[in-house]
Protein backbone atom coordinates (compact mmCIF):
# COMPACT_ATOMS: atom_id res chain seq x y z
CA UNK A 1 0.00 0.00 0.00
CA UNK A 2 1.22 3.52 -1.20
CA UNK A 3 0.06 6.73 -0.46
CA UNK A 4 -1.02 7.85 -4.19
CA UNK A 5 -3.76 10.63 -3.71
CA UNK A 6 -4.70 9.98 -7.53
CA UNK A 7 -4.36 6.50 -7.33
CA UNK A 8 -6.76 4.27 -8.10
CA UNK A 9 -7.51 2.74 -4.62
CA UNK A 10 -8.89 6.94 -4.39
CA UNK A 11 -10.96 6.47 -7.33
CA UNK A 12 -12.84 3.55 -6.36
CA UNK A 13 -13.79 5.18 -2.86
CA UNK A 14 -15.32 7.73 -5.03
CA UNK A 15 -17.39 5.32 -7.01
CA UNK A 16 -18.41 3.21 -4.69
CA UNK A 17 -19.39 6.67 -2.56
CA UNK A 18 -21.47 7.93 -6.00
CA UNK A 19 -23.38 4.23 -6.09
CA UNK A 20 -24.46 4.27 -2.01
CA UNK A 21 -25.32 8.49 -2.63
CA UNK A 22 -27.92 7.04 -5.36
CA UNK A 23 -28.85 4.33 -3.22
CA UNK A 24 -29.56 6.27 -0.29
CA UNK A 25 -31.52 9.14 -2.08
CA UNK A 26 -33.01 8.04 -4.74
CA UNK A 27 -30.98 10.51 -7.76
CA UNK A 28 -31.19 9.50 -10.91
CA UNK A 29 -27.81 10.86 -11.73
CA UNK A 30 -24.30 11.28 -9.58
CA UNK A 31 -20.88 12.16 -10.68
CA UNK A 32 -17.21 13.11 -9.06
CA UNK A 33 -13.53 13.62 -9.27
CA UNK A 34 -10.43 14.28 -7.88
CA UNK A 35 -8.61 17.13 -6.83
CA UNK A 36 -5.45 17.06 -8.86
CA UNK A 37 -2.60 17.24 -7.33
CA UNK A 38 -0.60 20.94 -7.40
CA UNK A 39 -3.82 22.54 -8.95
CA UNK A 40 -7.09 23.98 -7.41
CA UNK A 41 -9.51 22.36 -9.84
CA UNK A 42 -11.56 19.01 -9.66
CA UNK A 43 -11.09 16.37 -12.86
CA UNK A 44 -14.56 14.33 -13.01
CA UNK A 45 -13.32 11.03 -13.72
CA UNK A 46 -16.49 9.06 -12.23
CA UNK A 47 -20.19 8.99 -13.71
CA UNK A 48 -23.01 6.67 -12.51
CA UNK A 49 -26.18 7.46 -14.24
CA UNK A 50 -25.45 9.55 -16.63
CA UNK A 51 -26.75 9.25 -20.15
CA UNK A 52 -23.85 10.77 -21.89
CA UNK A 53 -20.15 11.66 -22.10
CA UNK A 54 -20.71 15.25 -21.74
CA UNK A 55 -19.38 15.90 -17.84
CA UNK A 56 -16.32 12.98 -18.53
CA UNK A 57 -13.23 14.54 -18.06
CA UNK A 58 -14.47 17.50 -17.34
CA UNK A 59 -11.75 20.02 -15.15
CA UNK A 60 -14.03 21.90 -12.72
CA UNK A 61 -11.87 24.97 -11.63
CA UNK A 62 -12.11 26.41 -7.75
CA UNK A 63 -14.42 28.86 -7.40
CA UNK A 64 -15.91 28.05 -10.89
CA UNK A 65 -19.93 26.70 -11.29
CA UNK A 66 -21.36 24.67 -8.59
CA UNK A 67 -18.16 22.14 -7.70
CA UNK A 68 -15.69 24.89 -7.81
CA UNK A 69 -17.88 26.77 -5.65
CA UNK A 70 -17.81 23.50 -2.97
CA UNK A 71 -13.90 23.53 -3.87
CA UNK A 72 -13.69 27.16 -3.35
CA UNK A 73 -15.73 27.07 0.26
CA UNK A 74 -14.95 23.94 1.53
CA UNK A 75 -18.59 23.24 2.06
CA UNK A 76 -21.55 21.68 0.33
CA UNK A 77 -23.40 23.93 -2.09
CA UNK A 78 -26.94 23.11 -4.20
CA UNK A 79 -29.19 24.96 -6.60
CA UNK A 80 -32.54 24.16 -7.77
CA UNK A 81 -32.08 25.01 -11.07
CA UNK A 82 -28.51 24.98 -12.47
CA UNK A 83 -28.96 26.65 -15.74
CA UNK A 84 -31.05 30.01 -14.42
CA UNK A 85 -29.15 30.27 -10.62
CA UNK A 86 -27.77 33.60 -9.48
CA UNK A 87 -25.80 31.48 -7.05
CA UNK A 88 -23.00 30.64 -8.81
CA UNK A 89 -20.97 31.17 -12.23
CA UNK A 90 -22.02 29.54 -15.44
CA UNK A 91 -19.15 27.98 -17.14
CA UNK A 92 -20.18 24.69 -17.57
CA UNK A 93 -23.67 25.47 -18.52
CA UNK A 94 -23.24 23.26 -21.65
CA UNK A 95 -22.06 19.72 -20.93
CA UNK A 96 -24.21 20.03 -17.82
CA UNK A 97 -27.27 21.09 -19.94
CA UNK A 98 -26.08 18.34 -22.32
CA UNK A 99 -26.35 15.60 -19.66
CA UNK A 100 -29.99 17.69 -18.97
CA UNK A 101 -29.27 18.06 -15.31
CA UNK A 102 -31.20 20.75 -13.32
CA UNK A 103 -31.48 20.64 -9.51
CA UNK A 104 -27.28 19.48 -8.70
CA UNK A 105 -25.44 19.10 -5.29
CA UNK A 106 -21.95 19.18 -4.84
CA UNK A 107 -19.85 18.19 -1.66
CA UNK A 108 -16.35 19.08 -1.35
CA UNK A 109 -14.34 16.00 0.48
CA UNK A 110 -11.91 17.06 3.20
CA UNK A 111 -9.13 15.57 4.40
CA UNK A 112 -6.84 17.58 7.13
CA UNK A 113 -8.29 21.01 6.10
CA UNK A 114 -8.08 20.50 2.12
CA UNK A 115 -10.34 19.75 -0.42
CA UNK A 116 -9.34 15.97 -1.73
CA UNK A 117 -12.40 15.53 -4.13
CA UNK A 118 -15.90 16.33 -5.08
CA UNK A 119 -18.94 14.58 -4.90
CA UNK A 120 -22.14 15.36 -7.09
CA UNK A 121 -26.09 14.49 -7.43
CA UNK A 122 -28.60 15.70 -9.63
CA UNK A 123 -31.75 15.67 -10.60
CA UNK A 124 -33.69 15.98 -14.56
CA UNK A 125 -36.02 18.65 -13.19
CA UNK A 126 -36.13 21.67 -11.06
CA UNK A 127 -37.17 20.43 -7.64
CA UNK A 128 -35.57 21.42 -4.30
CA UNK A 129 -33.63 18.91 -2.92
CA UNK A 130 -34.89 18.03 0.44
CA UNK A 131 -32.51 18.28 3.89
CA UNK A 132 -32.95 14.32 3.43
CA UNK A 133 -31.40 14.19 0.10
CA UNK A 134 -28.42 16.44 1.50
CA UNK A 135 -27.65 14.83 4.57
CA UNK A 136 -27.44 11.88 2.26
CA UNK A 137 -24.28 13.48 -0.08
CA UNK A 138 -22.50 14.88 2.94
CA UNK A 139 -22.30 11.22 4.57
CA UNK A 140 -21.29 9.94 1.37
CA UNK A 141 -18.65 12.46 1.22
CA UNK A 142 -17.74 11.97 4.92
CA UNK A 143 -17.21 7.66 4.06
CA UNK A 144 -14.23 9.10 1.45
CA UNK A 145 -13.04 11.12 4.37
CA UNK A 146 -12.60 8.30 6.08
CA UNK A 147 -11.89 5.84 3.62
CA UNK A 148 -8.90 8.16 2.62
CA UNK A 149 -7.52 9.01 6.47
CA UNK A 150 -7.01 5.28 6.95
CA UNK A 151 -5.63 4.46 3.39
CA UNK A 152 -3.16 7.38 4.63
CA UNK A 153 -2.09 6.50 7.92
CA UNK A 154 -1.82 2.97 6.66
CA UNK A 155 0.77 4.10 4.37
CA UNK A 156 2.49 6.16 6.51
CA UNK A 157 3.16 3.41 9.06
CA UNK A 158 3.95 0.97 6.41
CA UNK A 159 6.50 3.22 5.24
CA UNK A 160 8.06 4.05 8.21
CA UNK A 161 8.19 0.23 9.34
CA UNK A 162 10.25 -0.24 6.15
CA UNK A 163 14.01 0.10 6.78
CA UNK A 164 16.63 1.86 4.85
CA UNK A 165 19.45 0.92 3.08
CA UNK A 166 22.63 0.02 4.49
CA UNK A 167 24.85 1.56 2.50
CA UNK A 168 27.81 0.02 3.46
CA UNK A 169 26.65 -3.50 3.12
CA UNK A 170 24.01 -2.59 -0.03
CA UNK A 171 21.68 -4.92 2.35
CA UNK A 172 18.39 -3.51 4.03
CA UNK A 173 19.39 -2.01 7.35
CA UNK A 174 15.98 -4.07 9.04
CA UNK A 175 18.61 -5.76 11.86
CA UNK A 176 19.11 -2.64 14.08
CA UNK A 177 17.24 -2.83 17.26
CA UNK A 178 15.47 0.58 16.72
CA UNK A 179 14.45 -0.47 13.12
CA UNK A 180 13.01 -3.54 14.74
CA UNK A 181 11.58 -1.57 17.52
CA UNK A 182 9.84 0.84 14.71
CA UNK A 183 8.41 -2.17 12.82
CA UNK A 184 6.63 -3.57 15.79
CA UNK A 185 5.03 0.04 16.51
CA UNK A 186 3.94 0.04 12.84
CA UNK A 187 2.39 -3.35 13.06
CA UNK A 188 0.77 -2.49 16.44
CA UNK A 189 -0.47 0.47 15.16
CA UNK A 190 -2.22 -0.35 12.00
CA UNK A 191 -3.67 -3.77 13.99
CA UNK A 192 -5.39 -1.51 16.30
CA UNK A 193 -6.26 0.56 13.19
CA UNK A 194 -7.73 -2.19 10.93
CA UNK A 195 -11.20 -2.47 13.35
CA UNK A 196 -12.15 0.76 13.36
CA UNK A 197 -12.99 0.28 9.65
CA UNK A 198 -16.09 -0.82 7.92
CA UNK A 199 -15.62 -1.54 4.82
CA UNK A 200 -14.57 -5.21 4.50
CA UNK A 201 -12.64 -4.71 1.61
CA UNK A 202 -10.25 -1.60 2.92
CA UNK A 203 -10.26 -3.67 6.02
CA UNK A 204 -8.69 -6.11 4.55
CA UNK A 205 -6.64 -4.28 2.16
CA UNK A 206 -5.10 -2.95 5.77
CA UNK A 207 -4.51 -6.02 7.50
CA UNK A 208 -2.42 -7.32 3.93
CA UNK A 209 -0.63 -4.48 4.69
CA UNK A 210 0.15 -4.58 8.26
CA UNK A 211 1.09 -8.82 7.80
CA UNK A 212 3.90 -7.47 5.05
CA UNK A 213 5.94 -6.95 8.42
CA UNK A 214 5.51 -9.97 9.58
CA UNK A 215 6.46 -11.57 6.28
CA UNK A 216 9.81 -12.96 6.86
CA UNK A 217 8.03 -16.00 8.95
CA UNK A 218 4.84 -17.60 8.74
CA UNK A 219 3.06 -18.90 11.33
CA UNK A 220 3.48 -22.06 13.43
CA UNK A 221 0.72 -24.47 11.94
CA UNK A 222 0.45 -25.92 15.80
CA UNK A 223 -0.31 -22.01 17.04
CA UNK A 224 -3.61 -20.38 16.09
CA UNK A 225 -4.33 -17.30 17.61
CA UNK A 226 -7.24 -15.32 17.11
CA UNK A 227 -7.21 -11.68 15.12
CA UNK A 228 -7.82 -10.07 18.36
CA UNK A 229 -5.35 -12.06 20.18
CA UNK A 230 -2.68 -10.53 17.77
CA UNK A 231 -3.75 -6.98 18.10
CA UNK A 232 -3.91 -7.12 22.03
CA UNK A 233 0.26 -9.36 22.00
CA UNK A 234 0.60 -6.45 18.89
CA UNK A 235 -0.12 -3.57 21.75
CA UNK A 236 2.25 -5.53 24.45
CA UNK A 237 4.84 -5.67 21.92
CA UNK A 238 4.77 -2.30 21.38
CA UNK A 239 5.00 -1.54 25.40
CA UNK A 240 1.19 -0.81 26.16
CA UNK A 241 -0.53 -1.31 29.45
CA UNK A 242 -3.85 -2.83 29.59
CA UNK A 243 -5.42 -0.39 29.98
CA UNK A 244 -3.66 1.64 26.87
CA UNK A 245 -4.41 -1.33 24.38
CA UNK A 246 -8.09 -1.14 25.28
CA UNK A 247 -8.06 2.52 24.60
CA UNK A 248 -5.93 1.71 21.12
CA UNK A 249 -8.46 -1.04 20.26
CA UNK A 250 -11.59 -0.22 21.46
CA UNK A 251 -12.50 -2.52 24.18
CA UNK A 252 -12.06 -2.83 28.05
CA UNK A 253 -9.50 -3.34 29.63
CA UNK A 254 -11.09 -6.59 30.94
CA UNK A 255 -11.31 -7.47 27.28
CA UNK A 256 -7.81 -7.20 26.68
CA UNK A 257 -7.28 -8.88 29.95
CA UNK A 258 -9.11 -12.39 28.31
CA UNK A 259 -7.43 -12.13 24.92
CA UNK A 260 -4.33 -11.73 26.94
CA UNK A 261 -4.96 -15.07 29.24
CA UNK A 262 -6.16 -17.15 25.68
CA UNK A 263 -3.40 -16.32 24.01
CA UNK A 264 -1.18 -16.90 26.18
CA UNK A 265 -2.55 -19.86 26.80
CA UNK A 266 -2.28 -21.07 23.31
CA UNK A 267 1.54 -20.46 23.48
CA UNK A 268 2.19 -22.18 26.08
CA UNK A 269 3.48 -19.63 28.44
CA UNK A 270 3.16 -18.17 31.98
CA UNK A 271 3.47 -14.40 31.09
CA UNK A 272 2.85 -11.30 28.60
CA UNK A 273 6.85 -10.98 28.24
CA UNK A 274 6.71 -14.82 27.62
CA UNK A 275 3.83 -14.56 25.37
CA UNK A 276 5.21 -11.90 22.77
CA UNK A 277 8.40 -13.82 22.45
CA UNK A 278 6.49 -16.41 21.81
CA UNK A 279 4.59 -14.96 19.04
CA UNK A 280 6.97 -13.56 17.56
CA UNK A 281 8.97 -17.05 17.42
CA UNK A 282 5.42 -18.08 15.80
CA UNK A 283 5.54 -15.89 13.30
CA UNK A 284 2.55 -13.69 14.53
CA UNK A 285 4.50 -11.06 15.30
CA UNK A 286 7.31 -8.95 13.64
Aim: with cysteine; charged share 20%.
Amino acid sequence: MTADPMGAGDAVEIRGALARLRRATGLPVAFGGLVEPGRRQVRISELSGTATPALSALAVTSGNGLGGKAVALARPCAVTDYSVSRQISHEYDVPVAAEGLRAVVAVPVVVRRRVRAVLYGALRAAHPLGDRTLGAAVQAARDVEQALVVREEAAALVAAARPEPNPASGAPGGGSGAAREQVREAHAALRALAPRIADPALRAELLRACALLTADTAPAAAVRLAPREVDVLACVAAGATNGVAAERLGVTAETVKAYLRSATRKLGVRTRGQAVVAARRAGWLP
